[in-house]
């Protein structure tokens, strides 16, 4: 079973970076697509970004595309998610996961339609705030 801890949230203003990283322990994550999820508030579960086990693909959903951008060093079994240009609607609790299945990686379509059905192993979050 994977484990996943994620870091680098905070409270940041609009325009500003993070960078959010999560590592995982118990097992490598190496032949895995990982994942980049958000749940504000009310809000159902939001799924942000993936990339595929040999970083050749990645996925955005449009709300991030162009600011947000997610890579992995399975070196240190570590994904990030650089995010650039905050918006305060970006403000929500930040989660990573693994997909289930190793050496699986989806459509861009199956992934806007889908969305998280893939993946588990879900870390306990890191929170990002952004003031305006």
């Known amino acids: 079973q994977v484990q996943l801890v994620e870091s680098g949230g905070g409270l940041v203003q609009a325009g500003g970076s993070l960078r959010l990283s999560c590592v995982a322990s118990?097992?490598?994550?190496?032949?895995?697509?990982m994942g980049w999820f958000r749940q504000a508030p009310g809000k159902e579960r939001e799924f942000l970004a993936a990339?595929?086990?040999?970083?050749?693909?990645?996925y955005y959903t449009d709300s991030v595309k162009g600011r947000f951008t997610i890579s992995r060093d399975n070196a240190k079994n570590t994904v990030y998610l650089q995010m650039n240009s905050l918006k305060p609607e970006d403000t929500a609790l930040y989660y990573c996961?693994?997909?289930?299945?190793?050496?699986?990686?989806?459509?861009?379509?199956?992934?806007?339609?889908?969305?998280?059905?893939?993946?588990?192993?879900w870390g306990q979050g890191t929170q990002v705030t952004v003031s305006s």
């Open positions: 996961a693994a997909d289930k299945n190793s050496f699986r990686w989806r459509s861009a379509s199956y992934y806007y339609t889908v969305g998280s059905a893939d993946f588990g192993s």
């Open positions: 118990g097992r490598t994550f190496n032949s895995n697509a």
């Open positions: 990339i595929s086990w040999g970083c050749a693909s990645t």
